[in-house]
C-alpha cells in the first residue's frame, strides 16, 4: 500500500530539506541533529553509546570537517521525490451503527534526492578540490502537520529503512548516491 503523497505535501517536505540545506550551509550542523527523525536517532543512538555520546560523536565530527577545512558549500533537493504513506496505526470508524477498527497509516515518508558540494582545502594545498554528490533526505511528518524530521541516505541502507517502516514496497529502490571531483 505505497499511496502517493499530495503534491503539496511533497512539495512541503523539499521546501523543508531545502531549509535544512540552508542551515548545514551556513555551517548550523547542530540543526542537523536537532531536526534528525526521532526513531532513527533512538537507533543511532543506541549504537553510539547513548544520546548524549551520539550528539558528542556527530558534534566533533562538524568541528573536524571545519578544522580540515572542508565547506558544504551547496546542499539543495534535485530530483524527483517519491512519496509513502507509513507509520500503521488504528482508527475508529462507525459503520452501519457498529465501531470498526480501521488500519490507517499516519505518517508520510518523502525521499527527496539532493546534491551536495564540497570544498576541501587541503593543507599545503594550491586550490580547493570541489567533490559534488548525489544523495537524499529521508523526510517524514505526521500527516496533517509540517512538521519534518531527517534521515540522511548516506548511511541508510534500505533494511535500515524497512526496519523503521515494514509496509514500505517490496521493489523500493533508494535513491543512487555518487560522489565526484569537479574540475
Known amino acids: 500500500m505505497d499511496h502517493a503523497a499530495p503534491a503539496d505535501v511533497v512539495a512541503a517536505a523539499q521546501a523543508a ?3 535544512l540545506g540552508k542551515q548545514v550551509v551556513l555551517e548550523h550542523y547542530e540543526v542537523a541533529i536537532q531536526r534528525m527523525n526521532p526513531q532513527w536517532k533512538e537507533r543511532l543512538a543506541a549504537k553510539m553509546g547513548g544520546i ?26 534535485q530530483g524527483q521525490p517519491r512519496s509513502f504513506e507509513v507509520g500503521p496505526g488504528k482508527k475508529v470508524e462507525a459503520v452501519g451503527g457498529v465501531n470498526v477498527e480501521k488500519l490507517v497509516y499516519t505518517k508520510w515518508l518523502v525521499l527527496v534526492p539532493t546534491l551536495t558540494r564540497f570544498r576541501i582545502l587541503p593543507e599545503n594545498a594550491q586550490k580547493p578540490i570541489v567533490i559534488e554528490g548525489t544523495g537524499y533526505q529521508a523526510a517524514v511528518a505526521d500527516k496533517g502537520k509540517n512538521n519534518w524530521t531527517f534521515i540522511d541516505g548516506s548511511s541508510l541502507t534500505l533494511n535500515e529503512l524497512r526496519k523503521l517502516y515494514i509496509n514500505l514496497p517490496a521493489d523500493l529502490e533508494l535513491p543512487p548516491i555518487d560522489k565526484r571531483e569537479v574540475r
Open 17 to 19: 530539506v531545502a531549509d
Open 52 to 77: 548524549e555520546a551520539m550528539e558528542k560523536q556527530l558534534s566533533a565530527a562538524s568541528a573536524e570537517m571545519i578544522r580540515q577545512g572542508v565547506k558544504i558549500t551547496e546542499f539543495k533537493p
